[in-house]
């Protein structure tokens, strides 16, 4: 049965419905599995190009 007075949810990182943004597992486990990677090298800039 449909549930009107329920707001829809939708992620908008993997495009879930069953939970927001915030809340998204795979957000999550993504900026977890960066953090573990370190810092990632600065990109160069366009003085650098020879």
Do not use: I, N, Q, V
């Not at 707001?7 to 957000?27: I, L, Q, T």
């Amino acid at each position: 049965m449909l549930h009107p007075d329920t707001p829809a949810k939708c992620c908008s990182y993997c495009g879930g419905r069953d939970h927001d943004f915030e809340a998204c597992p795979k957000r999550k486990a993504d900026a977890e599995k960066e953090e573990a990677a370190g810092s990632k090298p600065p990109l160069a800039s366009p003085r650098d190009r020879r």
